[in-house]
């Protein structure tokens, strides 16, 4: 009886918790909806209003056991990303894409690796870390805003392929400075070659689910079963990955972008695109619930810096490099400002190297990333939305149905 009571329990206290998260996100919208600001950021100031550290309604242990929510949710994410990675659409931008990529993720790591080595005299293996990771950029976010206003054109394809890759840079860097440390001032060849052969392994994954699901998804498929297959296989990866701790980013996406170019059915990821909204809202609500608001200023001055000078490292990387592709005014001057926001990935990394710093110094790095990519995601879809109104990207008449311009009538 005990155990049964027990588990009763258990289930209890999740299933009430998933329904508390998913109404609180639904609540706080309304709000952020009233203040112009995207839905992604009524999510996150729903985490931490509910979360263990403010109202508790969520038990912390709860909290910590849902590490898998970002797996999945990033799995999804990146499956649509990959729709927009058409041959059609690459041969345009491609190599142009590649550069605006390298340059805004790899100035904005080397400039936090700098000034935090430098400026505030920390270990470089701290420094290397923190700045591998400034490279990430959050493509949740900016997906999630993209949809709710359905933004199209040129600015959106670019800043998908660049988000994209952006996640791509970061893992190799990151792999790279973790077999640094590890290794000390012997490098080991095969210590940075493993991070690299697993993705590439997780690569082949997603390119034979996408070859496989094209031949399984025939158009006598009910809407049903292709729902099944697809999330099926998303699910696959996601776990797949999980089980060699990377990311299911690559992989998905890979997934994503081999099964638009196979069969051109667009209509696969309009039904995902509406399976996906209460994954995502308890993606980014369980991130907020993720902040301690006390570690806000135990990471101090270090923790602001890095905040700023990330921005600043996006923002002109991704001019640079704009300028240097001859991409147009309405590209070069607002991609910088879609590029903000940072979660899911560089909190995984962040846990990860936390395993290989001292305990102290660990705590700070998970510190910074977590406190900084709430603040992040608050911002991040605000500038994001701002970005593609200034670009052209969403229309007049969207902002009007979203109840955010008033007509002259």
Sequence with gaps: MGNGLNQFNYTAIILSSLSIILLAGFLLTRITKVAKLPNVTGYILAGVLIGPYILKLIPYELVENMGFISDIALAFIAFSVGRFFKKEIFYETGLGVIAITLLESLLAGALITVFMHYVFHLNWDFSLLLGAIATATAPASTIVTIRQY????????????????????????FSIAIAIINTGANVSVSAIAQPIIQNIGALAIGFLSGFTLSKLV?????????????????????????????????????????????????????????????????????????????????????????????????????????????????????????????????????????????????????????????????????????????????????????????TNN
């Design 150 to 173: 359905h933004a199209r054109g040129d600015f959106v394809n670019i800043l998908l392929q660049v988000v994209a890759f952006d996640d791509a840079v970061c893992l190799i860097v």
């Design 218 to 406: 025939t158009p006598t498929r009910s809407e049903d079963n292709r729902l099944i297959l697809t999330v099926s296989f998303l699910l696959g990866i996601a776990g797949l990955c999980a089980a060699v701790d990377i990311s299911p980013l690559l992989s998905s996406m890979l997934f994503g972008a081999v099964y638009i170019n196979m069969t051109k059915d667009k209509g696969l990821y309009k039904q995902i695109d509406r399976f996906t909204p209460p994954i995502l809202s308890i993606f980014f609500v369980v991130s907020g619930m993720n902040l301690d608001l006390a570690s806000l200023g135990a990471s101090g001055l270090i923790g602001a810096s890095y905040f700023f000078i990330r921005i600043v490292g996006k923002y002109l990387g991704a001019y640079i490099g704009c300028v240097m592709t001859k991409s147009p005014k309405s590209i070069s001057r607002f991609l910088g400002l879609a590029l903000i926001p940072q979660a899911g990935v560089s909190i995984g990394l962040a846990f990860l190297g936390k395993r290989v710093l001292p305990p102290n110094t660990g705590n700070m790095l998970l510190t910074i990333i977590l406190s900084s990519s709430v603040l992040y995601e608050l911002i991040g879809p605000a500038c994001a939305k701002l970005a593609l109104i200034y670009s052209g990207s969403i229309k007049r008449e969207r902002l009007i149905a979203a109840g955010e311009k008033k």
